[in-house]
């Protein structure tokens, strides 16, 4: 006897199938990984046994979770891509990333820690991300809003760790405001003309004052207190003289 599926238990069953993915991304995210399967049914409000059948182990349960994320991340990205000017399309896709991707580190590093992933559906899910990344970062540096140095590579680095910085801030807005101004680092910079060297300001007046400046003999600067001026007590007048004078 052959069972007829019909149109709506279908769509129950598509229902339930997003409900768990749901509920199961929002416990990996908050758990840990070593949340039951009964916990994330409960939290659907399904029971196990509709778990099971359409994840029949959590590493199952666990790659759909991810593979959703990827392509709900490549849907935005390519929704941006059609309405958006391409700099505003690029940096609004990027923490649109960073946002829904902090809570879910317990994910990433299953994937970068087991030698089986990625597994064909998952790296399917990753191509496409990449490359709906990559072209959204081509189209921002041809409108001259990003750096030209900048790499698909270098713009993942940035994200991980915008996300990593977001979820170490309890307070939310204020880390929005940080992940915000780190990739603002990638915007051309039109009034920087030399790389410019992170130095003790102080140091470096002292290191400008290296020779007197009445007689022009060389100095010892000192690591500490006022910077010296003069090589000593007669060039130290003669100036104070000159001032005087003027």
Same mark, same amino acid.
């Given at each position: 006897?052959?069972?007829?599926?019909?149109?709506?238990?279908?769509?129950?069953?598509?229902?339930?199938? %997003?409900?768990?993915?749901?509920?199961?991304?929002?416990?990996?995210?908050?758990?840990?990984?070593?949340?039951?399967?009964?916990?994330?049914?409960?939290?659907?409000?399904?029971? %196990?046994?509709?778990?099971?059948?359409?994840?029949?182990?959590?590493?199952?349960?666990?790659?759909?979770?991810?593979?959703?994320?990827?392509?709900? *991340?490549?849907?935005?990205?390519?929704?941006? /891509?059609?309405?958006? %000017?391409?700099?505003?399309?690029?940096?609004?896709?990027? *923490?649109? =990333?960073?946002?829904?991707?902090?809570?879910?580190?317990?994910?990433?590093?299953?994937?970068?820690?087991?030698?089986?992933?990625?597994?064909?559906?998952?790296?399917?899910?990753?191509?496409?991300?990449?490359?709906? *990344?990559?072209?959204?970062?081509?189209? $921002?540096?041809?409108?001259?809003?990003?750096?030209?140095?900048?790499?698909?590579?270098? =713009?993942?680095?940035?994200? =991980?760790?915008?996300?990593? /910085?977001?979820?170490?801030?309890?307070?939310?807005?204020?880390? *929005?405001?940080?992940?915000?101004?780190?990739?603002?680092?990638?915007?051309?910079?039109?009034?920087?003309?030399?790389? $410019?060297?992170?130095?003790?300001?102080?140091?470096?007046?002292?290191?400008? %004052?290296?020779?007197?400046?009445?007689?022009?003999?060389?100095?010892?600067?000192?690591?500490?207190?006022?910077?010296?001026?003069?090589?000593?007590?007669?060039?130290?007048?003669?100036?104070?003289?000159?001032?005087?004078?003027?």
């Amino acid at each position: 006897m052959t069972t007829v599926i019909s149109g709506g238990d279908r769509a129950d069953a598509r229902r339930n199938r %997003a409900r768990v993915l749901a509920a199961a991304g929002k416990a990996f995210a908050e758990r840990g990984l070593d949340v039951p399967l009964g916990e994330i049914a409960r939290r659907a409000g399904v029971g %196990a046994g509709t778990v099971y059948r359409h994840f029949p182990s959590k590493q199952a349960l666990l790659e759909a979770v991810f593979v959703q994320h990827l392509n709900d *991340l490549v849907a935005s990205g390519e929704r941006r /891509m059609a309405r958006l %000017a391409p700099t505003e399309a690029f940096f609004t896709f990027l *923490l649109d =990333v960073v946002e829904r991707t902090h809570g879910r580190g317990h994910l990433c590093d299953v994937v970068a820690a087991d030698a089986s992933w990625p597994r064909p559906v998952l790296a399917a899910s990753a191509l496409r991300f990449r490359q709906v *990344l990559t072209a959204l970062l081509h189209a $921002a540096q041809r409108a001259g809003g990003v750096r030209a140095g900048i790499a698909p590579d270098d =713009v993942v680095s940035l994200t =991980v760790g915008c996300a990593a /910085m977001l979820a170490a801030r309890r307070d939310r807005p204020a880390g *929005l405001v940080l992940v915000r101004l780190t990739l603002d680092g990638l915007r051309p910079s039109s009034d920087v003309t030399e790389p $410019a060297e992170f130095r003790d300001a102080s140091g470096v007046r002292r290191a400008a %004052a290296a020779s007197c400046e009445e007689c022009g003999a060389a100095l010892t600067v000192r690591p500490t207190g006022r910077p010296v001026r003069y090589c000593g007590a007669t060039c130290r007048q003669r100036a104070r003289r000159r001032r005087l004078a003027d």
